[in-house]
């Protein structure tokens, strides 16, 4: 008789009772197997957790420095945020954009600036009028570049500004970023993002908390907040790819993160290098691998490269515009999962 045999052979011998205490305990334990958070996989996401932060490599830095040449103000025109389109850069300053070849060589600008103040702003006249002269990160989708736009007055005021991509022109279209109703319009316009996706943008106030903004990408108009499960504060950049919303932030550690959008679980990826002198973390790009496609783009969330912005000052000058060691590093970083 095969071990089976055996097996089912006892089982016909025990009591009705004895039976019926078995196929309990039987479907207690499959069950619990079942409730069990999986630790491998994100218990709202059907793609797998990622590996932890160490996974992630530095594997370039690029320096954009404001006199180099000089006078040309290289770096300064790429202080507040990234994008890219697959092929472009776009950057943005304070007060415009600009494009970028793959080689990051400059192709077009909306502004410019010559001390001490010959400043010509790619904000509209209206709204600069009306005191919005800062523009944050931005992001790009469908030829439109969506740059976050405030006032330096209190940054009480958020504004998202759509450019085309084509050009840097202003496309008329401006909408009026509300946060939360429990705090509408604290500095809600550091940055926004982009999920296309979900036909959603997202948003944070920079100061400590535990919520994102939700709006809907049609109109920007709120539409609820996603609860983290980890405070983070003074976000200046942010990207989505799949159902990872990733972060650069200014704060103690210098570190960037990424919150899941299913479930709020909020990640350390890694903390940024750390040059003498004075620093300050703007924006963040994200940018797929040849090797990603779009059935498995929603679980890829490792296979993309980023970019993070740093202002170094190795002075202590305030970032003087003046200062010929003031410049930009942006610090590219790759998943050690796929090599270099």
Same mark, same amino acid.
């Given at each position: 008789?095969?071990?089976?045999?055996? !097996?089912?052979?006892?089982?016909?011998?025990?009591?009705?009772?004895?039976?019926?205490?078995? #196929?309990?305990?039987?479907?207690?334990?499959?069950?619990?197997?079942?409730?069990?958070?999986?630790?491998?996989?994100?218990?709202?996401?059907?793609? /797998?957790?990622?590996?932890?932060?160490?996974?992630?490599?530095?594997?370039?830095?690029?320096?954009?420095?404001?006199?180099?040449?000089?006078?040309?103000?290289?770096?300064?025109?790429?202080?507040?945020?990234?994008?890219?389109?697959?092929?472009?850069?776009?950057?943005?300053?304070?007060?415009?954009?600009?494009? #970028?070849?793959?080689?990051?060589?400059? !192709?077009?600008? +909306?502004?410019?600036?010559?001390?001490?103040? +010959?400043?010509?702003?790619?904000? /509209?006249?209206?709204?600069?009028?009306?005191?919005?002269?800062?523009?944050?990160?931005?992001?790009?989708?469908?030829?439109?570049?969506?740059?976050?736009?405030?006032?330096?007055?209190?940054?009480?005021?958020?504004?998202?500004?759509?450019?085309?991509?084509?050009?840097?022109?202003?496309?008329?279209?401006?909408?009026?970023?509300?946060?939360?109703?429990?705090?509408?319009?604290? %500095?809600?316009?550091?940055?926004?993002?982009?999920?296309?996706?979900?036909?959603? =943008?997202?948003?944070?106030?920079?100061?400590?908390?535990?919520?994102?903004?939700?709006?809907?990408?049609?109109?920007?108009?709120?539409?609820?907040?996603?609860?983290?499960?980890?405070?983070?504060?003074?976000?200046?950049?942010?990207?989505?790819?799949?159902?990872?919303?990733?972060?650069?932030?200014?704060?103690?550690?210098?570190?960037?993160?990424?919150?899941?959008?299913?479930?709020?679980?909020?990640?350390?990826?890694?903390?940024?290098?750390?040059?003498?002198?004075?620093?300050? !973390?703007?924006?963040?790009?994200?940018?797929?691998?040849?090797?990603?496609?779009?059935?498995?783009?929603?679980? %890829?969330?490792?296979?993309?490269?980023?970019?993070?912005?740093?202002?170094?000052? /190795?002075?202590?000058?305030?970032?003087?515009?003046? +200062?010929?060691?003031?410049?930009?590093?942006?610090?590219?970083?790759?998943?050690?999962?796929? =090599?270099?």
């Amino acid at each position: 008789m095969s071990p089976v045999e055996k !097996v089912r052979s006892n089982a016909l011998r025990l009591s009705p009772c004895l039976l019926l205490a078995l #196929a309990l305990a039987m479907h207690a334990t499959v069950q619990a197997a079942t409730e069990r958070p999986q630790l491998a996989r994100d218990v709202t996401s059907p793609c /797998p957790r990622s590996q932890p932060s160490a996974e992630w490599r530095l594997t370039e830095e690029k320096q954009f420095f404001l006199h180099d040449p000089p006078n040309s103000f290289t770096g300064l025109y790429r202080t507040q945020g990234i994008a890219t389109d697959g092929r472009r850069w776009f950057f943005s300053w304070q007060y415009g954009l600009e494009i #970028a070849d793959e080689s990051f060589r400059s !192709v077009l600008r +909306n502004s410019s600036f010559r001390p001490p103040k +010959n400043l010509v702003p790619g904000i /509209p006249a209206s709204l600069f009028a009306r005191g919005l002269d800062h523009i944050g990160d931005i992001d790009y989708h469908n030829g439109i570049i969506y740059a976050s736009l405030d006032t330096t007055q209190g940054y009480t005021d958020g504004h998202v500004a759509l450019y085309s991509a084509s050009d840097l022109s202003f496309t008329g279209t401006v909408f009026d970023l509300k946060g939360s109703p429990a705090n509408p319009k604290n %500095d809600v316009a550091s940055w926004v993002a982009v999920d296309a996706t979900r036909n959603r =943008g997202f948003g944070k106030e920079w100061q400590r908390g535990t919520t994102l903004n939700v709006y809907n990408l049609s109109d920007w108009s709120f539409q609820h907040t996603l609860t983290l499960d980890r405070a983070l504060e003074r976000i200046q950049g942010a990207k989505v790819h799949g159902v990872w919303l990733y972060m650069a932030a200014d704060d103690a550690t210098k570190s960037v993160y990424r919150a899941n959008l299913l479930s709020g679980h909020v990640e350390e990826l890694f903390r940024l290098p750390t040059p003498s002198g004075k620093r300050e !973390v703007e924006g963040i790009a994200v940018r797929p691998t040849d090797s990603s496609n779009g059935a498995r783009e929603e679980c %890829d969330d490792e296979d993309v490269d980023l970019y993070v912005e740093v202002v170094v000052d /190795p002075d202590h000058s305030g970032q003087d515009p003046t +200062n010929p060691h003031v410049h930009v590093s942006l610090y590219h970083y790759r998943s050690a999962a796929r =090599g270099d």
